[in-house]
């Protein structure tokens, strides 16, 4: 795949983080539901995994994938640190628990504590592909 194609599927995933990420603290500020702030706080998360996965060629189809490769090939490797890795990993767990397996709201704090780590994690992400030159400046 030729490197100007990569550069714009990094952007596009990037930009896709940021606007989940952004629409995330829309929701909490105007008291949206929990499993929603959750939920976009995680898909902000994901987004940008999936922006690091194009740098290395490999974009796998199912969540699990992506949180295992982000973990063996950035984590592991120490490019990201395994507070962030758990972080994903937690975020992950509570929007699988949220949507699928919870009957009762969340804590506020659960959302709040989600929301922090997606917003962690994206900016972690994004310093790093701007420092290897897959994403310009800002």
């Given at each position: 795949m030729k490197r100007e194609h990569i550069l714009a599927?990094?952007?596009?995933?990037?930009?896709?983080?940021?606007?989940?990420?952004d629409d995330a603290r829309k929701l909490l500020d105007v008291g949206g539901s929990p499993r929603s702030i959750v939920n976009r706080a995680y898909y902000a998360a994901f987004y940008a995994a999936l922006a690091l996965m194009q740098t290395i060629g490999q974009v796998p189809s199912k969540h699990a994938g992506v949180i295992s490769l982000f973990d063996t090939e950035f984590y592991r490797k120490g490019l990201f640190s395994k507070k962030l890795s758990?972080?994903?990993h937690e975020i992950f767990e509570l929007r699988q628990f949220s949507d699928y397996r919870s009957v009762e709201p969340l804590a506020t704090g659960q959302v709040r504590d989600a929301l922090e780590?997606?917003?962690?994690?994206?900016?972690?992400?994004?310093?790093?592909?701007i420092q290897t030159k897959y994403l310009p400046k800002t």
């Amino acid at each position: 795949m030729k490197r100007e194609h990569i550069l714009a599927l990094v952007r596009t995933r990037m930009d896709q983080a940021r606007e989940t990420l952004d629409d995330a603290r829309k929701l909490l500020d105007v008291g949206g539901s929990p499993r929603s702030i959750v939920n976009r706080a995680y898909y902000a998360a994901f987004y940008a995994a999936l922006a690091l996965m194009q740098t290395i060629g490999q974009v796998p189809s199912k969540h699990a994938g992506v949180i295992s490769l982000f973990d063996t090939e950035f984590y592991r490797k120490g490019l990201f640190s395994k507070k962030l890795s758990r972080s994903f990993h937690e975020i992950f767990e509570l929007r699988q628990f949220s949507d699928y397996r919870s009957v009762e709201p969340l804590a506020t704090g659960q959302v709040r504590d989600a929301l922090e780590k997606a917003e962690i994690l994206v900016a972690a992400v994004e310093t790093y592909l701007i420092q290897t030159k897959y994403l310009p400046k800002t």
